[in-house]
């Protein structure tokens, strides 16, 4: 058994098949898990859904996004962002990054919004959060709605001691594998606001009539659900809903959440130290703002030894021979994915518009640039002795580079 599942984990999925996933045990794990992860971020509602990707396209639906509508999001992130964009048949519009942070720049987003604008996709990338209170006071005198994207992100913080995921309309978070928590596949959403909790519930819960922003159970009474009178869908949607199993895993995950967080944050801080340590300037980290709490997914810096001919490929190779895990690029900015690419001149079958290169929507420059030289640190150690591995592979690199340059 993996050392992130030794607890409540097996304990819950034996509740679930001992139940043989009967009608009186419906939605019982996810609404612990909802009731649980809500509570941990104060808000007043949560809906399980069945991945990251699925929970974003809930929230903009949520917020009403649509056809031909304007969507802004940072152009360093993962191509998932626009696939639920895209899915709601509106226009991705790229915000370029801040050079330090790699965070979506405040700057810029007020360039970028048009009277076709109608949601901010906000992402915390790497497990920091982005400057909300400068992203909100931009869209203040706007009815622009605001979804933060927190797959990264869990108990981030920024300088107002505020939850990542807490601050815009709606906070959507991952439980994909790699996350601080994980049931292998699976997402969440949050949010204060009973209306958009109930769009989001109904439209991941196949538009069941009886569902409720509190509440995804379909069989409340079966007088009504075994009527043939009963109609049982009143509006569209997908099946995005949370298998009980899933739900089990992240339940015991969220039990956890804090230690799992704290473990990142030990990691993320050793990797910090050590290139403070370093003459070398081969390393700079993503810069942290005044206050605010990094919970580091990855440890993300920007590699500066192209400028003294150190190839990218050659340090990662290295660090890998003295012991360190695999270290990861940043992905490619979205608009120059293939897929959106021909999206931009094809257009989809959703009925998002063609876009010609005249928009404007794709110049993010700075973003271009800081993707090509991002280096990706594992965060995910099991325990002291694994940190420090990385660690001495990392000084071990560092001090090779320094000794022959």
């Not at 048949?89 to 007020?110: E, H, N, Q, R």
């Not at 071990?396 to 000794?403: M, N």
């Amino acid at each position: 058994m993996g050392w992130r599942f030794k607890n409540n984990e097996i304990k819950y999925i034996k509740k679930v098949l001992s139940s043989d996933f009967s009608s009186k045990s419906d939605m019982s794990f996810s609404e612990k898990f909802e009731i649980e992860f809500a509570k941990y971020h104060n808000q007043k509602y949560a809906i399980a859904s069945n991945s990251g990707t699925s929970t974003l396209h809930q929230g903009l639906t949520a917020l009403g996004v649509g056809h031909g509508d304007e969507v802004i999001l940072p152009a360093l992130t993962v191509a998932m962002c626009g696939f639920a964009i895209y899915q709601c048949g509106a226009v991705p519009v790229y915000c370029d990054i801040d050079p330090d942070t790699f965070l979506l720049d405040p700057k810029d987003l007020k360039k970028k919004i048009t009277k076709k604008t109608k949601a901010i996709m906000v992402v915390h990338t790497y497990g920091l959060m982005c400057d909300m209170s400068q992203i909100l006071k931009t869209i203040k005198q706007t009815k622009i709605k605001v979804i933060e994207d927190c797959a990264q992100c869990f108990l981030g913080s920024d300088n107002k001691k505020r939850l990542a995921g807490t601050v815009g309309d709606i906070g959507s978070w991952s439980l994909e594998s790699s996350k601080h928590i994980s049931c292998g596949e699976g997402g969440i959403l949050t949010t204060n606001n009973k209306n958009f909790a109930k769009k989001m519930r109904k439209f991941g819960g196949l538009g069941f009539t009886n569902i409720t922003a509190q509440s995804g159970k379909i069989r409340i009474s079966k007088d009504k659900f075994q009527d043939p009178e009963w109609k049982r869908h009143d509006e569209f949607g997908y099946n995005y809903r949370l298998s009980q199993i899933n739900a089990s895993v992240a339940l015991a995950q969220t039990e956890k959440l804090k230690y799992f967080v704290k473990k990142r944050i030990k990691s993320g801080n050793a990797y910090k130290e050590c290139i403070k340590k370093s003459k070398t300037k081969l390393l700079i980290n993503q810069k942290v703002p005044r206050g605010y709490i990094h919970s580091y997914y990855t440890f993300a810096a920007l590699f500066e030894g192209e400028k003294i001919g150190i190839k990218w490929k050659d340090f990662r190779k290295k660090f890998i021979q003295f012991g360190g895990d695999s270290i990861y690029a940043a992905w490619q900015i979205v608009s120059e994915e293939p897929c959106f690419l021909n999206a931009r001149i094809k257009g989809l079958y959703s009925g998002s518009m063609k876009l010609s290169d005249s928009y404007g929507w794709g110049q993010t420059p700075i973003a271009k640039k800081t993707q090509k030289k991002i280096m990706q640190f594992t965060t995910n150690q099991k325990n002291d002795f694994e940190i420090k591995k990385q660690i001495k592979a990392l000084k071990k690199t560092l001090d090779y580079y320094e000794k022959k340059n």
